[in-house]
């Protein structure tokens, strides 16, 4: 259970992220530069993102295929890029997608950027390394750029997620996604494993009173699904 002072810390950080975000900004991390306007994901006001770039400092992207769903800002495509990957990112909003555009050119970084709802406008093909920043709020989006937080009222993206994703997988694939300790963590370990995988936590991390986890998405074992 949260303390008081992490309720009252939540909430007033609440509160300022939300008047934060309503104008365009401008963020750096890692060596890159973004600009993030209103109504696309801000890496600088949730912590996600940030976190997971600290898992993946050491992993080694060279010419190796990478997959990023929920781009957003495009912050963990460009990362991943500027890693020496060939990069391939998604988002359903449209309004992301330009964002993620104009950042990579801003940056010199080739990557493909696809506006596709999961894996729907994704060209058929098994990559190395797949990268999930998913909403893990167990509520239904009101518009589009909510589809960065909410993930449906019963959780329906992470059934579609794990349904969709063993297409684009094979048995050496690394598959990492970022959960809050705050999401229902367990009831989305139930619906990876009614799909044949379970979930493996391989790093974590506190950010202001919020613990991460990144979670490495693996075939249970008499599996053949990636």
Partial sequence: MKSFFQRFWTSFYSLWALRYIRRERRYAH??????????????????STPVFISFLQNI??????????????GLLALFAAQSGGFVTALDINPLAVETARRNAAANQMKVKILESDLFKN?????FEIVLINPPYFA?????VAAHAFFAGENL?????????????TLPATQAWMILSENCALGKIREIA??????????????KWGERFQILQINPFPSSAMF
């Fill in 30 to 47: 890692a060596g890159l530069r973004l600009t993030i306007p209103p109504g696309v994901f801000h890496p600088g006001v949730f912590f």
């Fill in 60 to 73: 080694d992207f060279q010419k190796k295929s990478v997959l990023d769903v929920g781009t957003g800002s």
């Fill in 122 to 126: 994704v060209p058929k093909q098994h």
């Fill in 139 to 143: 509520a239904n989006p009101r518009d």
């Fill in 156 to 168: 329906e993206y992470f059934k579609a997620l794990f349904q969709q994703i063993p297409d684009f």
């Fill in 193 to 206: 494993a009614a799909n044949g995988l379970e979930l493996e936590v391989v790093f974590e991390k506190k």
